[in-house]
């Protein structure tokens, strides 16, 4: 360890993997540790041995859940977005040689009591009760509008100014239902709140048009999922960091973050043994305590998360074996949407006839498990249930005065993007300069 | 009618035993006395003829330097068809750590794998320190092929890939179960393919957007 490196990076989640293999690439020398004998931190898939001894560190899983190694289950409930960023990221630095993806079932949404589906074929739209005949003809209306948009050619903008107009504005114009706002703001644009409503509508239009271009690329929902978990993904960018020098060191306690007099990063302690870089990146649970007694984490907000293992499919979801529910905030009178994420052994995650299904929000009160019922009610019976609540961190500053970046804590959204923003944050902070993403040339002999 | 096979191979065994030296042998016939560890390869491929009708083709994954410190990840040992442990057989305690390795996946690792242990370095016979018999001892006690190489010098190369290739049951083109570039044809592989470039049938709405496709449909 008396190496000096150009990057150490702390937590092996799936921002500081993605972080860590650019880096690499990019010819940077990188040393890469986590606390955990696990890859992934707080972003990673769990084993039944490694749930049991997170969440009841003194029972044995029980054994009619069947084989360990057959469990991969997600601590954070997040999807893949067929045409996001993150897909975009995973095609362009090949690690899509490792992973394997299948799409999920079927997204739906939460009104008036029950579930219906998210249509995403002519027979579903025909048979779905989400709006009524009058409200499609207008929706329609506002779809073509969107469809129709071309930011240079006034006549498709029908007086609207995307990026002056609010979405209240839009949604006026078109005469849309506050059931089919609902609809559209958080079944389709993945708003957690109302508040995009009152701002400008753009954000509003890339994200629906996101969505959709998403559910058609595979057809049955706009997600995608790797098979044997979410865990898979920073392992992937993991290897293809070692693969370009990245050396990993897991089972590493961090004791301490060492600075100079002007408060500068010098290195990182493990083990009574300190190893120096130029840079450490790392998740803001290695920066919480603070040695020098600087604030380098606040926390914005709380997330809790229930993890229940069912033994059968969701009820009114056509026993999909995979699914997204998305209860929007206005339904349970809540700021905030409670979402549902269910995948199941079809994914790899789990034993045969096992659903793990998460339901999780933004907490609001300080009785967090109350407000996640009307997403347990949904469920049915549960056969067993994990719950945590996490605090949502977020750095204090850039890091460009001391050369520690860190990163944020994984939000509620039920996918990726927000991840992927932060790379490209703190690719900037770090590099000084955007991240572009090059197709690399991968070496494969025949 | 020709068939071919493709499976996983894995190598393990400590730092500078010869892993990649012993790869690089098998998959270019080269080997190079001062050789630093792999950089840049997610794995590399090579094919073994069996005879006129079937051919095996391994998809060859190397540590990476991941084993150094505890580091390799469940996704190395995943779907693996064969792994190849390597000892060198003039350190002893390499010998034991590649024990470590076959526990390990044996722990991790699909209960059908074919294992290889492999004692590297021939070449360097004037200095071992481990017997032929006690490596072959252990081997059979743990139901392993095994067989001594030189990367060097080329010796029994070929013939440990070669006697895997026979080991592994050529039942079905379906055991061709390694990810990667050779997920032979279609309906090998149930899931999306994300290089595929979005939906055909969206694209007859030009020039609107892909998604207009759904949107129509769903109104």
């Not at chain 1, 809790?304 to 699914?323: F, Q, V, Y």
């Not at chain 2, 390499?94 to 991790?108: C, F, G, N, P, V």
Request: hydrophobic share 35%; proline share 5%.
């Amino acid at each position: 360890m008396d190496e000096e490196y150009d990057v150490i990076v702390l937590g092996t989640g799936l921002t500081e993997c993605i972080l860590s293999g650019l880096l690499s690439v990019e010819g940077k020398k990188v040393l890469h540790m986590d606390r955990n004998d696990y890859y992934g931190g707080d972003s990673a898939s769990l084993n039944l041995t490694q749930l049991y001894r997170k969440f009841r560190p003194d029972q044995e899983p029980p054994t009619e859940l069947g084989r360990d190694r057959d469990y991969a289950v997600d601590l954070v409930p997040k999807f893949i977005i067929a045409s996001g960023e993150l897909t975009k990221i995973l095609v362009h630095t090949d690690v899509t040689r490792y992973l394997e993806f299948k799409q999920i079932a079927g997204s739906f949404v939460y009104r008036d009591g029950r579930i219906s589906k998210v249509p995403s074929t002519e027979m579903e739209a025909v048979k779905s009760p989400l709006m009524g005949l009058f409200e499609k003809r207008r929706a329609k209306k506002f779809f073509e509008f969107l469809q129709g948009w071309r930011d240079d050619d006034p006549a498709t903008h029908q007086g609207i100014n995307l990026d002056r107009d609010s979405m209240k504005t839009v949604y006026e114009k078109f005469g849309l239902e506050p059931g089919t706002q609902d609809f559209i703001g958080h079944a389709m644009a993945l708003y957690l709140d109302d508040d995009y409503i009152t701002k400008p509508a753009r954000p509003t239009y890339d994200r629906i048009i996101l969505y959709t271009s998403s559910m058609a690329r595979y057809g049955k929902s706009p997600y995608i999922y790797p098979l044997y978990g979410l865990g898979e993904l920073p392992q992937s960018f993991a290897r293809l960091s070692a693969i370009y020098g990245g050396t990993y060191m897991l089972d590493k306690p961090i004791e301490k973050i060492v600075t100079d007099s002007d408060g500068k990063f010098v290195g990182v302690t493990s083990g009574g043994e300190t190893v120096k870089a130029k840079q450490v990146i790392g998740d803001p649970s290695y920066f919480t305590g603070s040695d020098d007694g600087k604030v380098r984490v606040i926390e914005e907000g709380k997330v809790i998360r229930a993890i229940c293992i069912l033994k059968h499919p969701i009820p009114g979801t056509d026993d999909s074996d995979s699914c997204q529910i998305i209860i929007p905030q206005n339904q349970v009178n809540r700021r905030n949407d409670i979402y549902i994420a269910m995948v199941s052994s079809t994914h790899n995650v789990c034993a045969k006839d096992v659903y793990i299904a998460i339901v999780s929000t933004i907490v609001e009160t300080d009785k967090p498990e109350l407000e996640i019922r009307p997403g347990l009610a949904l469920l049915g019976p549960i056969y067993d249930k994990f719950v945590s609540i996490t605090p949502l961190y977020t750095p204090t500053s850039s890091g460009k005065e001391d050369n520690i970046f860190i990163t944020r804590s994984y939000d509620a959204t039920s996918h990726f993007e927000t991840v992927v923003d932060d790379v490209h944050d703190v690719w900037k902070r770090v590099i000084g300069s955007d991240l572009v993403l090059k197709k690399r040339e991968v070496e494969v002999q025949e | 009618m020709s068939k071919q096979f493709q499976f996983k191979l894995v190598l393990l065994g400590e730092s500078a035993v010869g892993k990649s030296s012993l790869v690089l042998r098998f998959v270019k016939d080269q080997f190079d006395d001062y050789r630093e560890s792999t950089i840049g390869a997610a794995f590399l491929t090579q094919t073994v003829t069996l005879d006129d009708q079937t051919t095996v083709k391994f998809e060859i994954w190397d540590t990476a330097g991941q084993e150094r410190y505890k580091s390799l990840a469940p996704m190395y040992y995943r779907n693996a068809n064969c792994a190849v442990v390597v000892y060198d057989i003039t350190q002893s305690a390499s010998l034991e750590k590649a024990r470590t390795w076959i526990r390990e996946l044996q722990r991790q690792a699909d209960p059908s794998i074919v294992i290889a242990l492999c004692g590297n370095k021939l070449d360097l016979a004037a200095r071992r320190q481990v017997s032929q018999e006690e490596a072959k001892k252990y081997a059979d006690e743990e139901g392993l092929m095994w067989t001594e190489t030189s990367a060097k010098t080329g010796e029994g190369v070929t013939e440990i890939f070669t006697a895997i290739a026979q080991k592994l049951p050529l039942t079905a083109p379906s055991a061709s179960r390694a990810p990667g570039a050779g997920r032979a044809g279609p309906g090998a592989r149930t899931g999306v393919d994300l290089n595929k470039q979005p939906g055909t049938q969206a694209l007859c709405f030009p020039p609107g957007p892909l998604w207009a496709s759904v949107l129509l449909s769903f109104l």
